[in-house]
C-alpha cells in the first residue's frame, strides 16, 4: 500500500470556495476530459468590414464583465458568466488568455482554463502551457484538461513533466499528474488514428503503383517478342540486310518556312484567366484542425494545418467566419486534409487577412 503524496500547502491558497460541480468529485480524469469535446454554439459575429466601432467596444466591455464575474461568487452574472461566455466563443478567447497569466484569483484563472478547453481555440495552447506551472493546484488540473483538446506538439513534452513530477491535488481530491496522464493517452490516440490514416493512403499507393509495374512490365515483354519476330526467315538463317546506298546530298536546302503557333481559341483563354483569379493565397497564422463543414463538431474534422502553411482560399461561408481552403505550394509535413478534393473549412481567426472578393459557396446560401 502506496502512501499518498504530502498535500503542497501553496495549494491551499483560496480554494477554501470550491467549485460545485467538483465537490465530491471520485471519478477518473478521463471521463472529465471526454466532456471537453462537445460541441458549442458560437454566437454570430459580423464580418470585420461590417461590425462598427461601437459595437466591437460594447462587445470588449462585456465579455470583460463577464469575466470579472468568474471569480467573483457574490456577482450577480457568476452563474451564467461561463455560459455567456462560450456562447461567445471565440472573440472572447483573448481576454481569458490574459487571465491566465495575470496574477488573479484561482477561481478566476481556473474557471478560464475550463471555458478554453470547451471553446477549443488553438490559440490557447500557449497560455494554458504556461498555467501548467500555476502554483494552484485546481489551475494547473484545469490547464491539463483543456490541453487534452487544444494543445501542440508541445504540449506533450510539458504533460509528461507534470505526469512524472506534479504532486498537487485539487481541492476535491483529482491528483494533477493522473489527469496529465489520462490527457496524453487520448492525444497519443488521436495521433496513432492520423498515422494510421496515413500508413493506409502510402499501402494503397504501393499497390496501385506494383499494378502499373506488373502491367507495363507485362507490355514490354509482348512488345519485345513482337520484334524479335520481325523480319526472321522460315528456314531459320541469317537475316539479309540490302546494301547501304549513300543518298546524294543537295545542293540547296530549300527553306521551310516556321508555321506560326496556332492562337488558343478565346473561350479557352478566358477559362485560364478566369481559373487564374480565384486563386486567392494565403497563410496559416496558427495551428489549427481543417473541418468539412463551417461549424466546430466533435466528428468532422479531417486534417489540420500548421503555423506558416501556404493556403488556396477557396470559398467562405455566410457569415465570413469560416473560409474553405487548399494546402498552397509549402506547408509542413504534418498538415493535411483529407477530402475528396484536397479541401477543408478552417476558422478565419487562424489564417491571415483573405482578399475582400472570395466568394461565398452557393452549397451554404439559404442555410
Known amino acids: 500500500m502506496t502512501t499518498p503524496p504530502p498535500h503542497d500547502p501553496t495549494d491551499d491558497r483560496e480554494e477554501q470556495d470550491i467549485p460545485e460541480e467538483h465537490a465530491g468529485e471520485t471519478t477518473?480524469?478521463?471521463?472529465?476530459?471526454?466532456?471537453?469535446?462537445?460541441?458549442?454554439?458560437?454566437?454570430?459575429?459580423?464580418?470585420?468590414?461590417?461590425t462598427s466601432t461601437a459595437q466591437a467596444a460594447a462587445l470588449r466591455e462585456r465579455i470583460a464583465m463577464l469575466i470579472a464575474a468568474l471569480g467573483d461568487p457574490e456577482h450577480p452574472l457568476h452563474q451564467r458568466a461561463s455560459v455567456d461566455l462560450i456562447a461567445l466563443g471565440e472573440p472572447a478567447v483573448p481576454a481569458l488568455c490574459e487571465v491566465l497569466q495575470a496574477d488573479n484569483g484561482w477561481l478566476q484563472a481556473f474557471r478560464a482554463t475550463e471555458l478554453l478547453g470547451q471553446i477549443g481555440d488553438g490559440r490557447a495552447a500557449g497560455p494554458l502551457l504556461d498555467a501548467l506551472?500555476?502554483?494552484?493546484?485546481?489551475?494547473?488540473?484545469?490547464?491539463?484538461?483543456?490541453?487534452?483538446?487544444?494543445?501542440?506538439?508541445?504540449?506533450?513534452?510539458?504533460?509528461?513533466?507534470?505526469?512524472?513530477?506534479?504532486?498537487?491535488?485539487?481541492?476535491?481530491?483529482?491528483?494533477?499528474?493522473?489527469?496529465?496522464?489520462?490527457?496524453?493517452?487520448q492525444m497519443q490516440g488521436r495521433n496513432i488514428l492520423l498515422r494510421g490514416a496515413d500508413l493506409l493512403q502510402t499501402s494503397l499507393a504501393c499497390v496501385v503503383m506494383l499494378v502499373a509495374l506488373t502491367f507495363a512490365w507485362s507490355v514490354v515483354t509482348a512488345v519485345r517478342e513482337e520484334l524479335q519476330?520481325?523480319?526472321?526467315?522460315?528456314?531459320?538463317?541469317?537475316?539479309?540486310?540490302?546494301?547501304?546506298?549513300?543518298?546524294?546530298?543537295?545542293?540547296?536546302?530549300?527553306?521551310?518556312?516556321?508555321?506560326l503557333p496556332t492562337p488558343l481559341p478565346i473561350e479557352t483563354v478566358e477559362a485560364v484567366v478566369?481559373?487564374?483569379?480565384?486563386?486567392?493565397?494565403?497563410?496559416?497564422?496558427?495551428?489549427?484542425?481543417?473541418?468539412?463543414?463551417?461549424?466546430?463538431?466533435p466528428d468532422n474534422v479531417i486534417g489540420l494545418v500548421s503555423e506558416g502553411?501556404?493556403?488556396?482560399?477557396?470559398?467562405?461561408?455566410?457569415?465570413?467566419?469560416?473560409?474553405?481552403?487548399r494546402l498552397g505550394e509549402r506547408f509542413s509535413a504534418a498538415s493535411r486534409i483529407q477530402?475528396?478534393?484536397?479541401?477543408?473549412?478552417?476558422?478565419?481567426?487562424?489564417?491571415?487577412?483573405?482578399?475582400?472578393?472570395?466568394?461565398?459557396?452557393?452549397?451554404?446560401?439559404?442555410?
Do not use: M
Open 133 to 185: 506551472r500555476h502554483p494552484n493546484s485546481n489551475v494547473r488540473w484545469g490547464a491539463v484538461r483543456s490541453l487534452a483538446v487544444v494543445g501542440d506538439a508541445r504540449a506533450f513534452f510539458e504533460l509528461r513533466r507534470v505526469a512524472a513530477h506534479d504532486r498537487g491535488k485539487t481541492s476535491w481530491g483529482e491528483p494533477v499528474a493522473g489527469a496529465a496522464r489520462s490527457a496524453l493517452e
Open 339 to 367: 477530402s475528396d478534393d484536397g479541401s477543408g473549412w478552417v476558422n478565419r481567426s487562424l489564417l491571415t487577412q483573405p482578399p475582400a472578393d472570395v466568394p461565398i459557396d452557393e452549397t451554404l446560401v439559404g442555410r
Open 229 to 259: 519476330q520481325v523480319g526472321i526467315p522460315e528456314s531459320g538463317g541469317a537475316l539479309e540486310l540490302p546494301p547501304i546506298v549513300r543518298t546524294a546530298l543537295p545542293t540547296e536546302i530549300p527553306e521551310v518556312p516556321t508555321p
Open 274 to 297: 478566369e481559373e487564374e483569379a480565384l486563386l486567392f493565397t494565403g497563410a496559416v497564422l496558427s495551428a489549427g484542425n481543417v473541418r468539412s463543414s463551417p461549424a466546430r463538431e
Open 28 to 50: 477518473r480524469v478521463g471521463k472529465a476530459v471526454g466532456e471537453l469535446v462537445r460541441p458549442t454554439r458560437n454566437l454570430p459575429v459580423l464580418a470585420e468590414t461590417r
Open 309 to 325: 502553411d501556404d493556403i488556396v482560399f477557396v470559398a467562405t461561408s455566410t457569415d465570413f467566419q469560416w473560409y474553405r481552403i
